[in-house]
């Protein structure tokens, strides 16, 4: 391989920066660590939670940027699939604040994951893998 890939930042087109932004921040517990601008109405924001970085954009200034997106709906297939540690204590302390899709369950293929939605419908799993 000629180059080598060192992070991955998913970059979501949200309906409301604001919103999206106080949903990672008050329910899931991303620190915010940046907005453009300062004060509201945001057009983006950037939140992380350990080595996980996402970025919040709202749909004017990125469809300006990338006019593929215009027509295309937010949210949809996107699956953010993030690994926990505690899932148990993570799913109890959450269950009650999300829209939970997919109940807590170990899976044939080594992890226990659950999966809810985002404010705009995008689904987040978290996952612990099985001790080997």
């Known amino acids: ?7 991955l930042t998913p970059n979501l087109v949200v309906s409301s920066v604001e ?12 620190t915010v660590t940046a907005t453009v601008p300062a004060a509201s109405p945001l057009v983006f924001a950037s939140v992380q939670s350990g080595p996980v970085e996402i970025f919040l ?3 004017e200034p990125a469809i300006a940027e990338y006019p593929a997106f215009k027509g295309r709906p ?3 297939t996107l699956t953010l699939f993030t690994e926990v540690t505690a899932i148990a204590r993570v799913y109890e302390s ?3 604040r999300v ?3 997919m ?3 170990k899976k044939w293929y080594g992890v226990t994951e659950f999966a809810f ?7 987040i799993t978290y996952a612990e893998r099985d001790p080997a």
Do not use: C
Not at 19 to 30: K, P
């Open 74 to 76: 937010i949210g949809g």
């Open 103 to 105: 109940p807590i369950e």
């Open 99 to 101: 829209k939970i899709v």
């Open 117 to 123: 939605e985002d404010p705009d419908g995008y689904l």
């Open 19 to 30: 919103r999206s932004m106080a949903f990672y921040r008050d329910v899931l517990g991303f």
């Open 57 to 59: 954009n709202a749909p």
């Open 94 to 96: 959450l269950q009650a």
């Open 1 to 7: 391989m000629p180059h080598e890939l060192k992070k």
